[in-house]
Structure formats: structure tokens, C-alpha cells
């Protein structure tokens, strides 16, 4: 999503461009460099801009770091006015993106953000559908094309949906993990990419393009104001590849994951897959909010257990395998160290 003002910003010298893991595929620029032919014009001078040579860009499977495709794109979308960069039938003139980001920056919240954003994106091209759903605890962003892009299809479903996602995380200032995203396209050469772009499950040759997240995270508050939105449309591209540290729904995702799959998340490594991050990302962010994977893990195991304990006659160590146990000694241990009492002892005391 690039900036309103026409100002550029200050180009990043050599050891920036290279900087970082080079994951994002050369065929994102290969894409723009046929819109330039279509409109006959030349890219050297948005490539030379980011250090690509040209003949580079012809080999199938090359990659670049994030703040080359971010210089290339730059370049690109100023040379040829077109935001989209040859996506949609109709050029999006510079600002078009920073039009709706601002459109939107005045919701309570970010779900109806993302609605007025899906929105007011069909008043900018007819090429595509946008849409905003949700089904029980998921929402989804979903990208359903009217008019096939040709060989720019690819490029302008990553574009579009990498743009609402990192755009719905800045509204809330925090990380809005996918629980999955599709495509309605086959695998292209470079599927391991998307392992970085999208960071949950994702199938191919599906009906339409479609991104997936914990629809609780629609409720959170826009936590950005003008002068915000002023500073980040200065420099708004590295939204699409910046992740974002904080997950302001961590403690309440982990506390549901404890609850629902017990057996699969006996220890940090299992959690934190099932979360789609790292174990040393987990334990940090719970850290930052004030919690631990220790404190949040009894919380939600003693709850369990004394719901077992009180409604049911199930034995001790089905109790222990339910409430997240490895073993019915271990389950005692803790539950002596919760109430001073033994499961068994706790369970006859209660009974009326």
C-alpha cells in the first residue's frame, strides 16, 4: 500500500537492498516488468533502482530480499502511476491505496475497518470482488475475481491479500496470525515462498483467493489516528512484509488451544506450533503481556479438572489424560499444589 504524498522517500542504499534473506520471488518482478511492456515503456530504471539486473529477472526460480521488491515496486508504481501495477483493467493512480486506508481509519473497530475497506476497493476497480466473512470463530478475506488477470494473476491476488493483512494488523498494532489461505491457481516453482507470505496452511487450484484468521481479532479496537496514518503512508510498503511482534489476542488464543487440545499441547514446541510461531516467539510475547505459558496452562487445566471432578464420575486418571496430563501422578502432584487436597479427596468434599 503505498504512500499518499508524492514525495519519495529516501532511497536505501546498496547494503540495505541486500540486507536480509532473499525468500520473495523474482516472479512478483517479472509481473511488473510485463505491465511495463504493455504500456510500452522500459523498467532498467526501476530495476537498476533495486539492483536487479535484467537478466536475472528471466530466470525461473531467483529470489530478492524484502527491500528490493519494496524499491522495485516503488519505482514502479511512480513510473507508471498505476498502484496496482497492470492488475486491473483501469490504472490506480498514486494514492489510491492510502485513499482507503484512510477511508477506513475513522472505524471502532477492525472488523467493520475491513468491511469499509472491501467496500470502497470495488469503487477502484470492478476487476475483483472483495469481501469480509465469517463462519463460527473464523473470518476471512476473500478475493474473488470478475475478470481473469492472465498472467498477472498471481501477482495481483499475493499483492491484494498481502496488502488488507498487513494493513487489518497496523489498524490494531498487532500480529494477526492465518489460521490458512487459498489460491485459485496451482502451485507455482516457488511454493516454499509461501510458507514466509502466508503464514498458515495453504491449498491450491481452489474456487478464489481467500485469507483466514481468528474472527475475534475483528472486535479489537483501530488503534491509529491521523497523525499515524500520516507517518505510515510515508513509507507504507514494508507494511506487506513487516511482522509484527505483539499478538494482542495471544493470551486468550493459547488459553482456547489449552482448552480444546489438550493432548496436543503438552509442551511449549506443540503449543507454539499449533499457534503458527515459534516456542521463543510464545514465551516471549506472554512475557510482554504480562503472562506465562506455566501460569496460563494451570489456569486452564485446574478449571478443567474440577468441572471433571464435580459433574462427572469419570476416574482420577481419565480426569488427568482430559485436563491435559501426561500421567495420574503428575496430575495429583499439581492438583495437591492448586487446592492442598489430592483429586480424590477434593472430589468427596465437594459432594453434596
Not at 91 to 112: F, I, V
Not at 117 to 134: I, K, M, N, P
Not at 242 to 259: G, I, K
Not at 311 to 332: C, D, H, L, M, Y
Request: charged fraction near 25%.
Amino acid at each position: 500500500m503505498p504512500s499518499a504524498p508524492s514525495r519519495r522517500p529516501p532511497p536505501l542504499d546498496p547494503a540495505q537492498l541486500r540486507a536480509g534473506p532473499a525468500i520473495t520471488p523474482m516472479a512478483f518482478v517479472r509481473a511488473m516488468v510485463s505491465a511495463y511492456g504493455a504500456r510500452g515503456m522500459d523498467p532498467a530504471q526501476a530495476l537498476a533502482s533495486a539492483q536487479i539486473p535484467p537478466e536475472e529477472v528471466r530466470k525461473a526460480d531467483t529470489r530478492i530480499t524484502a527491500a528490493q521488491m519494496e524499491a522495485v515496486s516503488d519505482a514502479a508504481m511512480r513510473e507508471l502511476d498505476d498502484e496496482a501495477l497492470g492488475c486491473f483493467t483501469r490504472p490506480l493512480p498514486w494514492g489510491s491505496y492510502g485513499m482507503l486506508a484512510r477511508a477506513s481509519l475513522s472505524a471502532p473497530t477492525l472488523g467493520m475497518a475491513l468491511r469499509r475497506w472491501c467496500r470502497h476497493h470495488g469503487l477502484l476497480t470492478d476487476d475483483v470482488a472483495l469481501s469480509l466473512e465469517t463462519a463460527g470463530e473464523r473470518a476471512r478475506i476473500v478475493m474473488r475475481p470478475h475478470r481473469h488477470p492472465g498472467p498477472l494473476a498471481e501477482f495481483c491476488v499475493v499483492s491484494v491479500l498481502r496488502n488488507v493483512h498487513g494493513l487489518a494488523s497496523w489498524y490494531v498494532d498487532s500480529r494477526i496470525p492465518l489460521q490458512g489461505a487459498r489460491f485459485p491457481y496451482a502451485p507455482p516453482v516457488h511454493v516454499d515462498a509461501y510458507r514466509v507470505l502466508f503464514d498458515g496452511p495453504t491449498a491450491f487450484e481452489a474456487d478464489d483467493a481467500a485469507i483466514e484468521f481468528d474472527a475475534r481479532y475483528l472486535a479489537l479496537p483501530v488503534r491509529r489516528d491521523e497523525t499515524a496514518m500520516n507517518q505510515m503512508l510515508q513509507r507504507a510498503l514494508p507494511l506487506t512484509v513487516r511482522s509484527y511482534r505483539r499478538d494482542r489476542l495471544l493470551v486468550q488464543r493459547v488459553r482456547q488451544a489449552l482448552a480444546s487440545q489438550p493432548l496436543d499441547t503438552h509442551n511449549a514446541d506443540d503449543l507454539a506450533a499449533l499457534l503458527n510461531v515459534s516456542a521463543r516467539t510464545l514465551h516471549r510475547q506472554l512475557k510482554d503481556e504480562g503472562a506465562s505459558l506455566q501460569a496460563l496452562k494451570d489456569e486452564v487445566r485446574r478449571q478443567r479438572a474440577t468441572e471433571l471432578l464435580l459433574r462427572t464420575r469419570r476416574p482420577i486418571k481419565q480426569v488427568a489424560q482430559a485436563s491435559g496430563f501426561q500421567n495420574e501422578k503428575s496430575f495429583i502432584r499439581a492438583f495437591r499444589g492448586w487446592t492442598g487436597r489430592s483429586p480424590g479427596e477434593w472430589r468427596s468434599e465437594q459432594a453434596p
